[in-house]
């Protein structure tokens, strides 16, 4: 079989047997089912055109949430994976909870929005939220990673069962350093790059270190550590929820878009809308036994 069928489920919606069914009728000779975890994910073998298979799945589950995802079985386990931050790894926008200690939360979550969606540029739209935030005390950047900024779940997991299986593991975000570090450290990740913030006497200047790193940081980023590490293509993952994960998302051997934005998700090859990111393991074929807790 060259294709495999990946549906996931979450903890509001159990895979059930049902779901599989309804699944296999809409896939050309399927094979027999493969659970990765019971009641959770398995895999579906099956000869034939991958984008019909998804399309299919997808209307014979739509009323369920679930997560599914059709691509080739061969060289699932990926050695390198290139996150991005915020929204991704963690479940805010660093920046706007910067905002939020100047009360300025929703006129800069707005430009946020409009940057990720790929309505506005993300360099200009950055440096006019970073203006906005010039006279921040470095103690309220502290204070903001101390009591606003959570990890998205599962994403300790994954990076500690991929590192274990020898992969390499990078977070790559247009935030910035001060929280890229941190998380970095915190989650797992083996390297780390964002756009460094510029103080004077431990305030916010109002200024990035320029050139700013975005989209085509990203990409670059990916490239360098695939050439330095020997892998081809299709040993790397990529995810990201927002416009300037785009290019690295589509340059990866599988990109996924992860809670994204429109403009996103349908342009990557996976997407994942309802799971957490353990979620990515399955995708790679990993079983639940596999899965360092």
Known sequence: MKYVLTLIGNKTTPLASAHVDAARAALPSPAETAWLAEG??????FDGDPAAADAGARAALKDANLDISAQPAEGRRKKLLV?????????????D???AELGLKPQISEIT???????IGFEPA?????GLLKGLGVASLEKVYRERITE??????????????GATCALVSGGFTFFTARVAKAVGFDVNQANELLFENDALT?????PILGKQAKLDALLALRAQHGLEKHETLAVGDGANDLAMIEEAGL?????????????????????????????QGYRREEISV
């Open 126 to 130: 950055l440096r006019e939220r970073v």
């Open 255 to 283: 990109g996924v878009a992860y809670h994204a934005k429109p403009v996103v998700a349908q342009a990557a090859g996976a997407r994942i809308d309802h799971g957490d990111l353990t979620a990515l393991l399955y995708l």
């Open 206 to 210: 109002g200024l990035v270190q320029e």
């Open 83 to 95: 996150a991005d931050m915020d929204s991704t790894i963690i479940e805010q926008e660093c920046i």
């Open 40 to 45: 959770h994910a398995c895999d579906i073998p």
């Open 152 to 165: 998205m779940p599962g994403g300790r997991v994954l990076t500690a069962t991929m590192r274990a299986h």
């Open 113 to 119: 929005e409009r940057a990720m969606r790929g309505e």
């Open 97 to 99: 909870e910067l905002a």
